[in-house]
């Protein structure tokens, strides 16, 4: 079992910048990926962006450019820059991991989510 806390949502005004954070706890030892996403007003959830053990990232279209994503492994945190903010950027924001599990001597892997965190861009 892996739990995740996100923190670092808020108000902020359009052009600004906030630093999500997410840090992992149980079962840490095999999260492979780590990532967020968001799900805007009566839409669906979407990535946003995601980073692997190795270090690779992977940025929806619209994060690229104004988005970093990052991941301390010693400490078992993600951490997402949101630079030049836009309103259309106002979602809840959902920390993920993918990590394994054993059933049986059968490797799964499954998803783990946070609670939410509420970023509001005003315009």
């Known amino acids: 079992q892996v739990q995740l806390v996100e923190s670092g949502g808020g108000l902020v005004q359009a052009g600004g910048s906030l630093r999500l954070s997410c840090a992992a706890s149980g079962v840490t030892i095999c999260i492979s990926a780590m990532g967020w996403y968001r799900q805007p007003p009566g839409k669906e959830r979407e990535l946003v962006a995601s980073?692997?053990?190795?270090?690779?990232?992977n940025y929806a279209d619209s994060a690229k450019g104004r988005f970093t994503i990052s991941r301390d492994n010693a400490n078992d945190t993600v951490y997402l820059q949101m630079n030049s903010l836009k309103p259309e950027d106002t979602a809840v924001y959902f920390c993920?991991?993918?990590?394994?599990?054993?059933?049986?001597?059968?490797?799964?892997?499954?998803?783990?989510w946070g609670q939410g965190t509420q970023v509001t861009v005003s315009s």
């Open positions: 993920n991991a993918v990590a394994c599990t054993v059933v049986a001597l059968e490797i799964n892997w499954v998803d783990y």
């Open positions: 980073i692997i053990s190795g270090g690779a990232t």
